[in-house]
């Protein structure tokens, strides 16, 4: 059974944190003690961008309402399990993909469900930006929407870049850092993360984008399952073009506009989180771990972990008690 929280037992509460035009404000808040575990880091930089992070887990299946009372622009970043929004005032229902990001927009009037599943972890990052801000950074308005209703417009559904996740998993790594400090990197982190998500917005707008029927869509994640499957022999792109009957310019092409990264890109991506995965349970080591997921020289393996999750493999693996995201 779904516990319903309504927008007077939380949102009321809470809306204060999330205003992009308010005063510059940091901290955390722990809620909802009754359902979970749940954390909310917040930072306002007092220009016009906010940032927040809602991690944790609930006991039960929960749903969370909110509204929004004033039109307000946002890119979100899902790093942890997959959720649901449930917009209100047409239920419709949003699935937030774990490693995607969105620009969106909610309008005054906005109502609202995020629904969770019990027992599961969730890192949902978070940054609202003051409208004449955001307005005055897109180049083109013109790309159609994912999702529209009268409250609620979606724009993009892109994969979380490599850039993307090193400077997320590094503001979270900000909350080691003492106060004066914290200010100083969160909110370099901040400005480096707005402009490189929205610089790879508008560049992907600027190049040309080729047409995919429902053939070269299923070919396509065909070609993304046989990279999943086979991490450490993978085929070389021409062989993987005739696996899926397509051929390389498609599929290159085509991958990168279907996943938002190039075909080695992402299989670089799954490989660094299987052997994160292989190391937090410590019971291989670094070099075992990079030669299972397909890397032949622990020193590049190593100096990629780094970059991508911000922390170095072995730290991982003598610390495997701690979660990293």
């Known amino acids: 059974m779904c516990r319903n929280i309504s927008t007077n037992e939380f949102w009321d509460s809470m809306k204060e944190i999330y205003v992009p035009n308010g005063k510059r404000t940091i901290g955390n808040i722990h809620i909802l003690k009754d359902y979970g575990n749940i954390n909310i880091n917040h930072f306002n930089t007092g220009s016009g961008i906010n940032y927040s992070c809602f991690t944790g887990n609930f006991n039960q299946d929960v749903a969370i309402e909110g509204k929004c009372y004033s039109d307000s622009s946002f890119l979100r970043f899902n790093t942890g399990n997959k959720m649901s929004l449930q917009d209100i005032n047409n239920n419709e229902k949003i699935q937030l993909d774990i490693d995607k990001c969105w620009q969106g927009k909610e309008y005054s009037g906005y109502e609202g469900k995020c629904l969770y599943t019990k027992n599961k972890y969730y890192i949902c990052h978070s940054i609202r930006l003051e409208e004449e801000l955001f307005s005055s950074l ?29 400077i997320l998993n590094n503001i979270i790594l900000s909350n080691n850092l003492t106060d004066k400090l914290k200010n100083i990197y969160l909110e370099s982190k901040l400005l480096d993360l707005v402009y490189t998500t929205i610089n790879e917005s ?38 993987l073009a005739r696996m899926v009957a397509t051929n390389e310019f498609k599929l290159k092409k085509g991958f990168k506009q279907l996943f938002g990264d190039t075909v080695y890109g992402l299989l670089q991506k799954y490989r660094l989180e299987e052997a994160k995965i292989l190391l937090e349970k410590n019971e291989i080591s670094v070099g075992e771990a990079a030669n299972l997921v397909g890397y032949k020289s622990v020193g590049h393996f190593s100096k990629i972990f ?3 999750f911000g922390i ?14």
């Open 306 to 308: 780094k970059e991508y």
């Open 138 to 166: 897109i180049q083109d308005r013109s790309s159609p929407s994912i999702s529209k209703s009268e409250y609620l417009s979606l724009k993009f559904n892109n994969h979380i870049s490599m850039q993307q996740k090193t």
């Open 202 to 239: 508008n560049k992907k707008k600027q190049n040309s984008t080729i047409h995919l029927n429902n053939e070269d869509i299923k070919s396509l994640q065909k070609a993304n399952n046989i990279l999943l499957n086979d991490l450490i022999n993978p085929p070389s792109l021409k062989e």
């Open 312 to 325: 170095l493999a072995v730290q991982v693996k003598h610390n495997s008690k701690i979660i990293y995201y």
